[in-house]
């Protein structure tokens, strides 16, 4: 099964899940001429991973935490896709409509601040769907 899969500290424990700090990098942040070039970069994140098993980490634990392919493929749906498509149709609807390019580039943009709105709105849900797990400990 396709994962994707992050290696982090563990910063803190709560309930049945912990917070890890993982190095998001770019995928040319491991390359030899990376120090050198100004398009590679790494950001530290926090998530909050779901304890799985027996094995409860501490804190300061290094550990590798995971999510299924498909989910993070849905989330690049959800996050980048989705929108693009209803900010364009809304953009070539208004267009064709008003024939108005400051307006429909207005409502086009404005178009997304109901889709924002409904993603906030389900984010207990989507938190659910769209959550890491703790993989394992390896000290």
């Given at each position: 099964m396709n994962k994707i899969s992050h290696q982090g500290i563990v910063e803190s424990l709560e309930g049945?899940?912990?917070?890890?700090?993982?190095?998001?990098t770019s995928a040319c942040a491991a390359c030899k001429a990376a120090s050198h070039c100004s398009a590679a970069e790494s950001k530290e994140k926090?998530?909050?991973?779901?304890?799985q098993g027996h094995d409860r980490p501490e804190v300061g634990d290094s550990v590798v935490v995971s999510m299924?392919?498909?989910?993070?493929?849905?989330?690049?749906?959800?996050?980048?896709?989705l929108p693009f498509i209803?900010?364009?149709?809304?953009?070539?609807c208004c267009?064709?409509?008003?024939s108005d390019e400051a307006?429909?580039?207005l409502v086009g943009i404005g178009s997304l601040i109901p889709y924002y709105l409904i993603l906030y709105l389900f984010r207990a849900k989507?938190?659910?769907?769209?959550?890491f797990v703790?993989?394992?400990k390896s000290k």
């Open positions: 049945d899940c912990a917070v890890v700090r993982i190095v998001q926090l998530v909050t991973a779901r304890i299924s392919g498909v989910n993070g493929r849905d989330a690049v749906v959800f996050a980048f896709v209803i900010m364009v149709a809304v953009l070539y267009l064709r409509l008003t307006t429909a580039a989507l938190k659910k769907r769209f959550s703790l993989e394992n």
